[in-house]
């Protein structure tokens, strides 16, 4: 991968080249998932759901299977649908085939426990059962959200948390603390509020940090087996490729043996990046999280900053608009960055801003922040 790309969710930089995975005879059965599940696919969703606090597991090509699967099986019963406002829109996807199927939809403001509570409380006097859905990160502020409140809040009301844990899995895991707000182990947002319990799901796909293009639901067992049984998609669609299988595999194998060292590694990539714009006068918000929004100053857009920035060889994201903001400049720090890719960035943006930065020279010698960064 280029060195002066800032647009890659890669973010524990797990890439799984074709020479270090095993051979495959073949790349697809052939056959519905329903008909023929490979035993590395169940191996894979055993070890994916036990990282994530769960009992059981089952994989899927992609969290849009899952997600409009999951949702169209929830809603074959008579239940509420209250949506985090802040979803990624492949939950909300689901949520929109559950109100095909008759679901009530109702959406409450991003992250904000009293409101999901007043909703749960309407749903109840429904006597519809309410299915929260959510993400497990605010990407935006670069946290994650108070699910151990919204699984409390579902517990009363004897619903189910449906979460959307692809930000988090790989990169948060238990026992955060102010030096290592990541946590350990890379388990995802369950263990990383110590959260858990029969009364949540997660969906996660393990094409950002680990690096497989596959993903995984994971639950108590009695929900994983409804679940089984009722899946249309594992009728319809086949199982996740040989090569993918290997990958999430192989991606699992070294989260346990060197997670922990690329999760360190990619903290202090964050704390450099966050140091080296600050000194040329840039804010950044994000927090720990490896997604980075830019705050140019002001007569600067985000749109040509962007462009100008490809013409130095670094690539960007565009954060979308929202809420009538305009669209937004992003970089994805990775735990494979260098001190020197990062140095290349400031030297870049420092070029292709039209309104003048405070703060010193740049060289490519200068990386700050070397050593460990509390960044909560």
Request: proline share 6%; charged share 20%; with cysteine.
């Amino acid at each position: 991968m280029a060195a002066g790309d800032f647009a890659s969710a890669l973010y524990l930089g797990l890439r799984h080249p074709a020479q270090s995975l095993p051979p495959w005879e073949c790349l697809t059965t052939g056959k519905p998932a329903s008909l023929e599940t490979p035993p590395l696919a169940r191996q894979v969703a055993v070890e994916a759901a036990r990282l994530q606090g769960c009992e059981a597991g089952v994989v899927s090509a992609s969290t849009l299977h899952l997600f409009l699967d999951v949702m169209g099986c929830l809603a074959r019963k008579p239940v509420a649908v209250l949506v985090d406002e802040g979803v990624y829109p492949i939950a909300a996807w689901g949520v929109e085939r559950a109100m095909l199927r008759g679901a009530k939809v109702r959406r409450f403001a991003h992250g904000n426990v009293a409101g999901l509570r007043r909703a749960l409380e309407q749903s109840g006097r429904s006597g519809l059962r309410p299915v929260v859905v959510a993400d497990a990160v605010s990407v935006g502020k670069g946290q994650a959200l108070p699910i151990a409140q919204y699984l409390e809040a579902v517990r009363r009301y004897g619903g189910l948390l449906v979460i959307d844990n692809t930000q988090a899995l790989g990169l948060l895991g238990a026992s955060p603390s102010r030096h290592r707000p990541y946590g350990s182990g890379g388990g995802g947002v369950l263990p990383h509020v110590a959260a858990a319990g029969k009364e949540v799901v997660v969906i996660s796909s393990l094409a950002k940090a680990f690096g497989a293009p596959l993903a995984v639901l994971a639950g108590s067992r009695e929900f994983i087996a409804e679940f089984e049984a009722l899946s249309e998609t594992r009728d319809h669609c086949s199982p996740p490729s040989m090569a993918a299988l290997l990958a999430a595999q192989r991606a699992l194998d070294c989260n346990t043996r060197m997670g922990e060292r690329l999760r360190e590694r990619l903290l202090q990539r964050v704390g450099m990046f966050r140091s080296g714009l600050g000194s040329l006068g840039v804010e950044t918000r994000g927090g720990w999280f490896p997604v980075q929004a830019l705050e140019l100053p002001e007569g600067n857009d985000a749109v040509a900053v962007h462009a100008r920035l490809l013409e130095r060889g670094i690539r960007t994201v565009l954060l979308k608009p929202r809420n009538d903001r305009p669209a937004q400049l992003a970089a994805i720090l990775r735990a494979d960055h260098e001190m020197a890719d990062i140095g290349r960035f400031c030297m870049a943006l420092r070029e292709a801003i039209t309104v003048r930065l405070r703060g010193r020279k740049w060289g490519l010698g200068d990386y700050p922040v070397t050593g460990r960064v509390a960044l909560m």
